[in-house]
């Protein structure tokens, strides 16, 4: 399978404290990668270095083929920041409205991206309001309209899934997996154990190293346990013990 | 075309932020109008002053509507009339000569006294100098006579070689001199506020346009809409650029306001072009919208915003035109040159006062154009801190 991204040995430090220690990940196309990792673990420093957000210590990100950062790539990654990053004076529809035109979504195509993103996440009621006035939830909602407006290859979503209620976690989680279907390829990060299992592919994540990868189903095989909580307790004792040794 | 999203983009937040709008449109007419009422007040000033053994006929010529003269009766030193009767100032003429004393606590007060003696000395000297030319005339003209006299008396061939003096023709009619003054620039009751006004007009411009962009980035920046903004493929050139289209708008909007409200509110004559006075406001505003913008970058709060004003805004005013930097310290003259506020400041006074043309205030527009391409290219350099390419 075509490698959307690659990061190999990727090593980070914020003065002088290492917070990421030689990751390595692939994430395919047809394929959602998970992080998933108790708060403060280094997902979203992990986002960062493959967005280009922030420069790598030593090691490389590259997306479809370019070393990151690049501009010109940016235009096929839906990104979706941890924080809600969105003009609160303007209105829902002139938040995506701006990001839309920023990606250069054409004229005739922009309504109606607009309203199929908007609708994804059940904000068509709600496009009129000034952003101000929403809540968590709905901004969280909004992010994640936004990281679709350009229809991109690639979806990197950070925390998609925080301060949104079962029904709409359902909606779009089956909206992702179509994605998937299509081909694009998309990363998520969460700390959430049943957001995990809905992963293609898992990355566990613990004080910025990567403890095990697999499957989740095959990850429960390997550690002979039935949830993926206890794989990941079993798998962070085991690479505590071996980084001891 | 991603450059006007941005630029929309502000001008739809701005319209929405009533009170900063507010701030950028009223608080400088507030502050202009308020100056009017303070400077325009000084022309009513009347100062008091004391005088002892003085003609009536010079108190008559000294006296004026800003002076009123109280004559003293007995000889008092200087020093006790001023501070017995709060005088601002006492005349004595002792041993032929005048003696002026100031009280000098109010410089206003001082500066009436000095103008209005000195005036009177002039005029005093004028009468002198008409009765002495009268006089003149009047021996020139029995020298005359006496020349014909001679003349009639001597052989042809030498009289045609004498020809009388002629007489100088502003001695025909002496007593047309008189005193009339012009004033180049302005009219006779210009105040202060008229002569300071280009400064502080620019100053305006300067400081609300440098403060509301540099706030502007800065919570672009805090609220983590700049990194989201560069996740997608803007080019950094382009948010500075929608950045100085779309606070240039405003600025625009705002400088019109200011310059309307001086000249049909405050009935201040502007000279020369209204548009280029529109102009060089347009692009003052523009250089303190990028530094305001490059300035942001080494600031990490609102407050922290406001601690540059000191330190970049402040002393600006002192370079733009307030007090005459011709005489200033050599190493102030070199500072001044260095300050967007001085070009400023020196075009829109020539533009405003002395009716210059654009072409003729075109050194000191390319300053300011020189001044903004150096921030553009520095606020190129600081994007670089928040996204590599
Ligand atoms: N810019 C930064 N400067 C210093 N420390 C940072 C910075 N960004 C993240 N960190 C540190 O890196 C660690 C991992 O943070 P983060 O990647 O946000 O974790 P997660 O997203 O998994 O919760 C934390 O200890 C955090 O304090
Ligand atoms: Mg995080």
């Not at chain 2, 008092?76 to 009339?81: D, F, H, L, Y």
Request: charged content about 20%.
């Amino acid at each position: 399978m075509d490698a959307a991204v690659t990061v190999t040995h990727v090593n980070k430090s914020f003065n002088k404290k290492r917070i990421l220690h030689d990751v390595n990940l692939t994430a395919s196309a047809h394929e959602i990668l998970g992080l998933i990792g108790p708060s403060g673990a280094g997902k979203t420093t992990i986002i960062k270095n493959i967005m280009g957000m922030e420069q790598p210590d030593n090691g490389e990100v590259t997306i479809f083929g370019n070393p990151m950062p690049n501009r010109q790539v940016l235009q096929r990654i839906g990104f979706m920041a941890q924080d809600d990053a969105l003009y609160e004076s303007l209105t829902g529809r002139e938040n995506l409205k701006f990001f839309a035109q920023l990606f250069g979504v054409k004229k005739d195509r922009l309504n109606a991206r607009i309203d199929y993103t908007a609708g994804v996440v059940n904000l068509n009621q709600d496009l009129g309001k000034r952003v101000s006035n929403y809540s968590g939830g709905m901004k969280r909602r909004l992010s994640l309209a936004i990281s679709l407006i350009q229809d991109p290859d690639l979806l990197v979503l950070d925390e998609p899934t925080v301060g949104i209620d079962p029904e709409l976690r359902r909606q779009i989680w089956d909206e992702l997996r179509k994605y998937a279907r299509d081909g694009k390829s998309i990363i998520i990060t969460t700390h959430v154990m049943e957001d995990a299992a809905e992963c293609d592919e898992l990355l566990m994540i613990r004080e910025g190293h990567i403890i095990t990868h697999g499957s989740p189903h095959s990850l429960e095989q390997e550690y002979h346990v039935d949830n993926l909580e206890q794989v990941f307790l079993k798998a962070g004792k085991s690479n505590e013990n071996s980084n001891n040794h | 075309m991603r450059i006007l999203t941005i630029t929309k983009r502000i001008f739809v937040e701005m319209f929405r932020d009533k009170r900063t709008l507010a701030l950028m449109c009223i608080a400088p007419l507030f502050i202009l109008s308020l100056m009017y009422f303070l400077f325009q007040s000084n022309t009513n000033t009347v100062a008091d002053m004391g005088s002892y053994n003085i003609s009536s006929s010079l108190i008559k010529t000294i006296d004026n509507k800003h002076l009123k003269i109280h004559q003293i009766s007995s000889d008092t030193p200087a020093k006790k009339v001023i501070r017995d009767k709060d005088y601002a100032g006492f005349i004595k003429k002792s041993d032929g000569k005048l003696v002026v004393t100031y009280q000098n606590a109010d410089q206003n007060k001082t500066a009436i006294i000095k103008k209005s003696v000195q005036m009177a000395l002039i005029n005093v000297q004028i009468k002198q100098l008409v009765s002495a030319t009268q006089k003149s005339k009047v021996g020139l003209l029995k020298m005359q006579a006496q020349l014909q006299q001679i003349k009639k008396q001597l052989p042809a061939t030498i009289s045609n070689r004498i020809s009388a003096p002629s007489t100088p023709k502003n001695l025909q009619n002496p007593t047309s001199l008189k005193l009339t003054q012009h004033y180049l620039y302005g009219k006779s009751n210009s105040s202060f506020f008229t002569t300071m006004l280009p400064v502080f007009l620019g100053f305006m411009v300067f400081f609300f346009v440098f403060l509301i962009s540099g706030i502007s980035l800065l919570n672009e920046r805090n609220s983590r809409t700049l990194d989201r903004l560069l996740a997608t493929p803007v080019k950094r050139s382009e948010i500075i650029y929608g950045y100085l289209t779309g606070y240039g708008a405003v600025a625009i909007i705002q400088t019109a306001v200011i310059v309307l409200f001086c000249i049909y509110v405050l009935g201040i004559s502007i000279l020369g072009s209204i548009w280029v006075v529109l102009l060089i406001c347009f692009a003052l505003a523009m250089v303190a919208l990028s530094m305001g913008l490059f300035v942001s970058t080494f600031a990490a709060s609102e407050f922290q915003m406001v601690q540059f004003i000191p330190i970049v805004v402040i002393p600006q005013i002192f370079f733009s035109g307030l007090i005459p930097v011709a005489n200033m310290a050599g190493w102030l003259q070199v500072i001044a040159h260095i300050m967007p506020l001085y070009y400023g400041a020196s075009a829109l006074t020539d533009v405003i006062q002395k009716q210059a043309t654009f072409a003729s205030i075109l050194p000191q527009f390319s300053a300011i154009l020189a001044f903004l391409v150096v921030f553009i290219v520095l606020n190129m350099i600081g994007m670089r801190k928040y996204r590599k390419v």
